[in-house]
């Protein structure tokens, strides 16, 4: 056979292969039509069907208000509460702090910031880029201490778009990377808050309306959603493996099986594998636990780890609900509450002065510096996509 007819061949069959790839987009189209809806980048740019535009919008109105006005209410009980603050006391008990228990702490932090530089590894496996380990790894690590000490919309996002751009990732993949890694830190967070709260939930306050029961149903919500996220990726993987792999046009939910994509602010966003699945439970759990321990070390034994873990799932929780960046003065308040009658007011907020200076302030210094270094680097162009 020559070399020509090969060629020929080739070609014949890339260009039957696009065809068929029309002639599947054109159905879809005709079948939306039908049905009476536009197709689907013009309903993504419309927003979801059945409801209105002026609903949306009053509905957004709506939830900044009463997010600003949960924020105002929590900054003015801090600034009352503060009033009542011994800072003498505060900082006699910071210079206390045994050495061993500082170091220990800061061994844990950096544990922990390490295996949360891994998230973005399991995007990476998932949508197949081509970027370095260590590349991902100062990415995450960088998006990650930003996050914590900035907020997650100049952190979290923004700063990883902006380096993973720089280092040559197209915007879809990025997109996939960082929701994939928001699923997973929120899984990891299920399943631990669930675990915790089915097994020794927080005593609260007497005046809080949740008591043991509703909390221990709040754990079971939680530890249900986190499992059925982990089931709903194996259905999904064993429903598309029937089909055989066709590539990523073949995960856009054909009929008959589950959906395993969804379309996130204009991009396209697929569920992992069900191994993947359960690596995201695993590394965002042990993440949990070892933030958890952070606080738990520097307490040094004041009070016992389920307690302190518990309240600081709290404090992360309302930390996102106010919108505070690094959570500041909300992380301490909800200490405070919940822990100051039994540890006392000046050792907690020192171990908690603490733990900012181990876990937030010391890695900002390096990933300032970090992301400074990639800053300085020439920028790639686009090209470490998803491999075809």
Same mark, same amino acid.
């Given at each position: 056979?020559?070399?020509?007819? &090969? ?50 919008? @009053? ?24 009033? &009542?603050?011994?800072? &003498? ?7 206390? $702090? ?39 790894? *100062? ?27 720089? $280092? ?27 675990? $915790? ?12 309306? /949740?008591?043991?029961?509703? $909390?221990?149903?709040?754990? +079971? ?35 008959? !099986? ?7 602010? *204009? !991009? ?16 965002? &759990? ?9 606080? !738990? ?15 600081? /799932? ?8 106010? !919108? ?13 509450? +919940? ?26 210094? /390096? ?9 300085? @680097?020439?920028?790639?162009?686009? *090209? ?5």
């Amino acid at each position: 056979m020559s070399p020509e007819t &090969s060629a020929e061949r080739v070609r014949h069959r890339g260009s039957a292969a696009a065809k068929d790839r029309a002639a599947r987009a054109a159905r879809t189209a005709r079948q939306a039509g039908q049905a009476g809806q536009p197709p689907a980048g013009e309903r993504d740019a419309a927003g979801p069907p059945g409801r209105p535009a002026a609903t949306r919008t @009053r509905w957004g109105r709506a939830r900044r208000v009463l997010a600003v006005l949960f924020a105002v209410i929590v900054v003015a009980l801090l600034l009352n509460h503060a009033r &009542s603050i011994d800072y &003498s006391a505060v900082l006699a008990a910071l210079r206390a $702090l045994p050495l061993h228990a500082v170091l220990t702490a800061a061994g844990l932090a950096l544990a922990s910031h390490a295996l949360y530089a891994t998230f973005d590894l399991v995007g990476r496996r998932h949508t197949g880029h081509r970027l370095k380990t260590l590349q991902v790894l *100062g990415v995450t690590f960088v998006s990650y201490v930003f996050n914590l000490n900035l907020g997650a919309i100049v952190g979290g996002v923004a700063v990883r778009y902006r380096l993973y751009a720089r $280092l040559g990732l197209d915007l879809a993949t990025t997109s996939q990377v960082l929701v994939l890694s928001l699923m997973t830190n929120w899984l990891g967070y299920a399943a631990v808050a669930g675990g $915790l709260l089915l097994s020794s939930p927080p005593e609260l306050p007497a005046a809080w309306a /949740l008591g043991g029961t509703g $909390l221990r149903f709040a754990g +079971l919500g939680l530890c249900l959603g986190a499992v059925g996220y982990v089931v709903l990726c194996f259905l999904a993987q064993r429903g598309e493996g029937r089909e055989g792999r066709e590539g990523r046009e073949g995960r856009e939910g054909r009929e008959g !099986h589950l959906r395993r994509s969804w379309r996130v602010r *204009g !991009h396209e966003v697929h569920l992992p594998s069900g191994p993947l699945a359960l690596l995201q439970l695993a590394l965002a &759990s042990a993440n949990w636990l070892l933030i958890g321990a952070v606080v !738990h070390a520097l307490l040094q034994g004041r009070a016992d780890y389920p307690g302190v873990l518990g309240v600081l /799932l709290l404090a992360a929780v309302a930390g996102v609900v106010t !919108h505070v960046p690094a959570g500041l003065g909300v992380l301490e308040a909800v200490f405070v509450m +919940l822990l100051a009658q039994r540890v006392g007011e000046a050792p907690l907020l020192a171990a908690l002065l603490a733990y900012r200076a181990v876990y937030y302030l010391a890695p900002l210094a /390096l990933a300032a510096g970090l992301f400074a270094w990639i800053e300085m @680097r020439p920028r790639r162009r686009a *090209g470490g996509g998803a491999a075809g």
